[in-house]
């Protein structure tokens, strides 16, 4: 495994941009001195065993607040009404779609962690046969995600609220076309690679609800990360890395460039995608 730059970013922001809710997410992975065991007191009782990510209060900007409270949003918000992170009931992404155009058999795909949603919103406009699922915990996110969707009027997406672990967890078996999983925190520091969530443990409740055939996709600018990736991924039953073991793949052009890949791009790193089929 390759050694990668061992930075703290140490970011601190408090103004009340787009831009600061998305910093506030990157604490997560650069500076969270509060993360050295994996049983921080709870916030609330759904969000309790969740490690891959620190959930925090920032400041929601004025779509983003709309999207969370006006009716015309409710349709792409799945749980916003059940509270913070409740996926009680989350049992069927398929059947959210169940009366909107495309309907409950198009192919589906669930991205992970999508932050403030600008690239999982890009790549549902630009497959509007497909449907996309993309679950996260930082509100603000949620809520400019959602006002993206519905200012462009997309049919083909929903927002869940809440640990993707504990929503993949309730899913059934071979159930989704497309997981993905895009800059995910990286968790610099060696006491938090448990953190991590390409990790065996979580890959296998990731691949239990891939179709047969399905991909798993995900990048990072981390080094050190891609080649945990690569490793853990490689060496997981059930999953053949679509580039050849021990290869990463080409910058896939359906892949926009998301709000991470760009500042790590202009910090100098790389950025290493990976794709895997599921046998
Ligand atoms: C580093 S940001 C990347 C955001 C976006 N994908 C991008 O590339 O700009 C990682 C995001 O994953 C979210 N996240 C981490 N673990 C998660 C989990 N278990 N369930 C849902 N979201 C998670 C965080 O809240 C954060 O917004």
């Not at 999982?120 to 915990?137: D, S």
């Not at 672990?165 to 309730?170: D, G, V």
């Not at 993905?180 to 691949?207: A, C, G, N």
């Amino acid at each position: 495994m390759s050694q990668h730059p061992d930075i703290n970013d140490n970011i601190t922001s408090s103004n009340t941009t787009d831009e600061q809710a998305l910093n506030s997410t990157e604490q997560h992975s650069d500076i969270d001195s509060s993360a050295d065991s994996e049983t921080e007191p709870a916030t609330d009782k759904h969000l309790r065993i969740v490690n891959t990510f620190m959930k925090r209060r920032t400041h929601m900007n004025k779509n983003a607040e709309l999207a969370l409270t006006a009716p015309e949003f409710a349709d792409y918000l799945v749980n916003n009404s059940f509270g913070d992170g409740n996926l009680d009931g989350i049992d069927n992404l398929r059947s959210l779609f169940t009366d909107s155009p495309n309907g409950s058999e198009a192919p589906l795909t669930l991205e992970i962690g999508f932050g403030l949603g600008d690239s999982f919103i890009e790549m549902a406009a630009a497959e509007p046969t497909r449907n996309f699922v993309g679950v996260e915990v930082h509100e603000p996110g949620i809520g400019k995600c959602a006002y993206m969707a519905g200012t462009q009027g997309l049919t083909n997406v929903k927002i869940i609220n809440g640990d993707a672990i504990q929503l993949l967890k309730q899913l059934p078996e071979n159930h989704i076309d497309r997981i993905q999983l895009y800059f995910p925190d990286p968790w610099q520091k060696k006491r938090h690679y448990k953190r991590r969530f390409v990790s065996p443990e979580r890959m296998t409740i990731v691949t239990r609800s891939l179709k047969q055939g399905g991909w798993f996709h995900t990048a990072t600018d981390w080094e050190h990360y891609a080649f945990w990736m690569v490793d853990v991924l490689d060496n997981f039953a059930g999953l053949t890395n679509q580039a050849g073991a021990g290869n990463f793949t080409d910058r896939p052009d359906f892949r926009p460039m998301t709000k991470f890949e760009r500042r790590g791009l202009e910090r100098g790193h790389g950025v290493w995608d990976l794709i895997y089929i599921k046998d």
